[in-house]
């Protein structure tokens, strides 16, 4: 009772000081409703000395461990890295096998009844099983087969350690392994020969000799072999098996810090324990093993928005699947990267990546679009306040409005302003014809181009329309556009996010016509509120992000040598290419490790909460990637 007591007593103080201390609040969601995970360290973006504990030079490693006449490596998370950082996963997996409920309980709760009465000699898989078959009622020998599949399956080399490996080799040293492990002395065999561990000298099991490195009788053991003559280093992660015991043995000893332990500070807390593990596994054997040198554009890429690409990609899988749609269209330039990540692991479906924008829609569609324009004009002076009329009007291909300006009180060089706004809309609804004139090429020119879009499309189907966010202005003006083609398309919106909180976009989601990954005004709204606290404008980051390195679409009439025209590309091309390469590499790295072993659905929670934790820190450390932001996209 009193412990309850306590208990609520710190819980309430800790509410207290999230109040007082907003900034060390960070909110996630479960279950609609508000939860509180600890907050975890942010990691800087440019890793360093203070932030990664330093891993030797591989020449210079080498060098130290010259002198050595036999070189002695540990075996997981030293030489070989998991899938995950948490190995019960591989219970998890092993349960799911079998369709078997607390499988992880029962495993582990047979290993640690076994380890009390054999320590300190090693337990084998064999002894595990021959309990666990009574426990659980599956094969000793299927339950035994498919936890080696699985530890087999899921696997890596570390690279730092391969290259060191294989330079040891080429010095001509003596390299053993020594494990403490219960799996089968063949079974690694196996796992170390599939990373490119091979020609060592020799592999020392505990589960094989029935001796450990936790107790130092394997180091012993290993020392009658070759003779206290000899001098021995242990190269390992733990620092009571494979440090201090190697030494008390007599053996020099080096410690690689495991990569998990590293990495788990900065990792956020909340995710799941499949498709968030999978997720920590990826990203801390990559930043940490001592191998990884790309730049910090690279690590935002690969670390915060690698996850959100891939779940976005199986979600727009799913409904495809869901619509029967004949073709996927990913509307430029936010869905640039998302294309190529689609098309590389998935692909089910006939994709084609169009070109467009929102300026170059409206300017076809002004018709019925002139609202949107007058949004889209009020967004200008939002994103720059010193903009003028000309400079405006020039930057998105509208100068032959400027001289219909002789009629009112404004000029060109004047500033955009919410009052100038309202006055150029009056304009611009008084003139309206004569801007459909200057603009019925626009519409024809878009005619012609999403003609051949759809040219493949069999009449009366549905066509699914990629996009990152919006106001639905893509999906009405292409709607439109293919209407007036005469072909009878369903356009279906899959956004993935969706920020806006306009009657006429609920309006769509409820009627079938839109759909949303992330979140929604109607849907996931928890991730809504998250997403839109403080009045902050995080849409403009993430375009920032997954925007194309080109500029942003005027108009679809082409030039005389058949291209469009278009705005300036953003200065720091190289930058957002180096952030597009990490996403693509983690969703490779992602699919290559998993996809076809356990096909996990990245989940919406899953995919927001890395994004989350580093979106706000964009604008300060990546200030260049949003100055390269244009009009009109």
């Given at each position: 009772?009193?412990?309850?007591?306590?208990?609520k007593?710190?819980?309430?103080?800790?509410?207290?000081?999230?109040?007082?201390?907003?900034?060390?609040?960070?909110?996630?969601?479960?279950a609609?409703?508000?939860?509180?995970?600890?907050?975890?360290?942010?990691?800087?973006?440019?890793?360093?000395?203070?932030?990664?504990?330093?891993?030797?030079?591989?020449?210079?490693?080498?060098?130290?461990?010259?002198?050595?006449?036999?070189i002695?490596?540990?075996?997981?998370d030293?030489?070989?890295?998991?899938d995950f950082?948490?190995?019960?996963?591989?219970?998890?997996?092993?349960?799911?096998?079998?369709?078997?409920?607390?499988?992880?309980?029962m495993?582990?709760g047979?290993?640690?009844?076994?380890?009390?009465?054999?320590?300190?000699?090693?337990?084998?898989?064999?002894?595990?099983?021959?309990?666990?078959?009574?426990?659980s009622g599956?094969?000793?020998?299927?339950?035994?087969?498919?936890?080696?599949?699985?530890?087999?399956?899921?696997?890596k080399?570390?690279?730092?350690f391969?290259?060191?490996?294989?330079?040891?080799?080429?010095?001509?040293?003596?390299i053993?392994?020594?494990?403490?492990?219960?799996?089968?002395?063949?079974?690694?065999e196996?796992?170390?020969?599939?990373?490119?561990f091979?020609?060592?000298?020799?592999?020392?099991?505990?589960?094989?000799l029935?001796?450990?490195?936790?107790?130092?009788?394997?180091?012993r053991?290993?020392?009658?072999?070759?003779?206290?003559?000899?001098?021995?280093?242990?190269?390992?992660d733990?620092l009571?098996?494979d440090?201090?015991?190697?030494?008390?043995?007599g053996?020099?000893?080096?410690?690689?810090?495991?990569?998990?332990?590293?990495?788990?500070?900065f990792?956020?807390n909340?995710?799941?324990s499949?498709?968030?593990?999978?997720?920590?596994?990826?990203?801390n054997?990559?930043?940490?093993?001592?191998?990884?040198?790309?730049?910090?554009?690279y690590?935002?890429?690969?670390t915060?928005?690698?996850?959100?690409v891939?779940?976005?990609?199986?979600?727009?899988?799913?409904?495809?699947?869901?619509?029967?749609?004949?073709k996927?269209?990913?509307?430029?330039?936010?869905?640039?990267?998302?294309?190529?990540?689609?098309?590389?692991?998935f692909?089910?479906?006939?994709?084609?990546y169009?070109?467009?924008?929102r300026?170059?829609?409206?300017r076809?569609?002004?018709?019925?679009?002139?609202?949107?324009f007058?949004?889209?004009?009020r967004?200008?002076y939002?994103?720059?306040?010193n903009?003028?009329?000309?400079?405006?009007?020039?930057?998105?291909n509208?100068?032959?409005?400027?001289?219909?300006?002789k009629?009112?009180?404004l000029?060109?060089?004047?500033?955009?302003?919410?009052d100038?706004?309202?006055?150029?809309?009056?304009?611009?609804?008084?003139?309206k014809?004569?801007?459909?004139q200057?603009?019925?090429?626009?519409?024809?020119a878009a005619?012609?181009?999403?003609?051949?879009?759809?040219?493949?499309?069999?009449?009366s189907?549905s066509?699914?329309?990629?996009?990152?966010?919006?106001?639905?202005?893509?999906?009405?003006g292409?709607?439109h556009i293919?209407d007036?083609i005469?072909?009878?398309?369903?356009?279906?919106?899959?956004?993935?996010?969706?920020?806006?909180?306009?009657?006429?976009?609920?309006?769509?989601?409820?009627?079938?016509?839109?759909?949303?990954?992330?979140?929604s005004?109607?849907?996931?709204?928890?991730?809504?509120?998250i997403?839109?606290?403080?009045?902050?404008?995080?849409t403009?980051?993430?375009?920032?992000?997954?925007?194309?390195?080109?500029?942003?679409?005027?108009?679809?009439?082409?030039?005389?040598?058949?291209?469009?025209k278009?705005?300036l590309?953003?200065?720091?091309t190289?930058k957002?290419?180096?952030?597009?390469?990490?996403i693509?590499?983690f969703?490779?790295?992602?699919?290559?490790?998993?996809?076809?072993?356990?096909?996990?659905t990245?989940?919406?929670?899953?995919?927001?909460?890395?994004?989350?934790?580093?979106i706000?820190?964009?604008?300060?450390e990546?200030?260049?990637?949003?100055?390269?932001?244009?009009?009109?996209?």
């Open positions: 009772m009193i412990k309850k007591i306590i208990k007593i710190l819980k309430k103080c800790f509410y207290i000081i999230l109040k007082l201390f907003p900034s060390k609040r960070d909110f996630f969601i479960h609609g409703k508000y939860v509180i995970h600890e907050t975890q360290k942010i990691l800087p973006i440019v890793r360093s000395s203070k932030s990664i504990p330093q891993r030797k030079e591989l020449s210079e490693f080498c060098i130290e461990l010259a002198p050595y006449d036999i002695s490596f540990d075996i997981f030293t030489l070989i890295f998991r950082p948490d190995p019960k996963v591989i219970f998890d997996l092993w349960g799911c096998h079998f369709n078997l409920q607390y499988a992880r309980k495993r582990s047979v290993e640690r009844e076994l380890r009390n009465q054999k320590f300190p000699n090693e337990i084998t898989l064999e002894e595990i099983y021959e309990k666990l078959s009574v426990v599956i094969d000793k020998e299927d339950g035994m087969r498919v936890e080696c599949e699985l530890e087999y399956a899921h696997c080399a570390n690279p730092y391969l290259d060191l490996f294989n330079k040891l080799k080429q010095m001509g040293k003596l053993i392994i020594t494990s403490d492990m219960y799996l089968p002395k063949s079974t690694i196996a796992m170390l020969h599939k990373c490119g091979s020609e060592y000298h020799a592999l020392y099991v505990s589960s094989d029935g001796i450990t490195k936790a107790s130092g009788e394997l180091y053991y290993i020392t009658q072999i070759y003779g206290n003559n000899k001098s021995y280093i242990h190269i390992g733990n009571i098996s440090m201090k015991n190697a030494r008390e043995a053996w020099s000893s080096y410690y690689y810090m495991d990569v998990h332990k590293i990495g788990k500070p990792r956020p909340g995710m799941s499949l498709g968030g593990g999978f997720y920590r596994g990826l990203i054997t990559y930043l940490y093993n001592g191998c990884s040198l790309e730049d910090k554009y690590d935002l890429g690969y915060y928005f690698g996850i959100l891939y779940g976005y990609c199986q979600w727009l899988n799913q409904i495809a699947k869901q619509n029967s749609v004949s996927i269209l990913f509307v430029s330039r936010d869905m640039y990267i998302i294309k190529n990540v689609y098309e590389s692991f692909g089910d479906y006939p994709s084609e169009i070109t467009a924008s300026l170059a829609i409206i076809a569609d002004f018709k019925k679009s002139s609202e949107m007058f949004t889209c004009m967004d200008a939002t994103f720059n306040p903009i003028t009329i000309e400079e405006y009007f020039t930057s998105i509208f100068e032959f409005f400027i001289p219909l300006l009629e009112s009180n000029l060109p060089n004047m500033a955009m302003s919410p100038v706004c309202d006055i150029l809309e009056n304009i611009i609804l008084d003139k014809d004569i801007i459909l200057n603009l019925i090429t626009d519409h024809s005619i012609e181009y999403f003609s051949n879009v759809i040219q493949d499309v069999p009449n189907s066509v699914l329309l990629a996009d990152m966010n919006g106001r639905c202005t893509s999906l009405t292409i709607q293919l007036d005469g072909k009878n398309i369903h356009l279906i919106g899959a956004q993935m996010y969706s920020a806006s909180d306009k009657g006429f976009v609920e309006i769509k989601f409820t009627d079938g016509t839109l759909e949303s990954f992330l979140f005004y109607i849907n996931n709204r928890s991730f809504y509120n997403f839109k606290r403080n009045g902050i404008n995080r403009r980051v993430i375009e920032a992000i997954f925007t194309e390195p080109t500029g942003t679409l005027l108009s679809y009439v082409r030039d005389f040598e058949g291209n469009f278009q705005g590309p953003p200065e720091h190289e957002l290419a180096m952030v597009h390469k990490g693509f590499d969703c490779a790295q992602y699919f290559r490790n998993l996809h076809k072993l356990i096909p996990i990245i989940t919406p929670y899953d995919s927001f909460i890395p994004m989350n934790q580093i706000d820190r964009i604008p300060r990546f200030p260049e990637l949003l100055n390269d932001m244009t009009l009109g996209n």
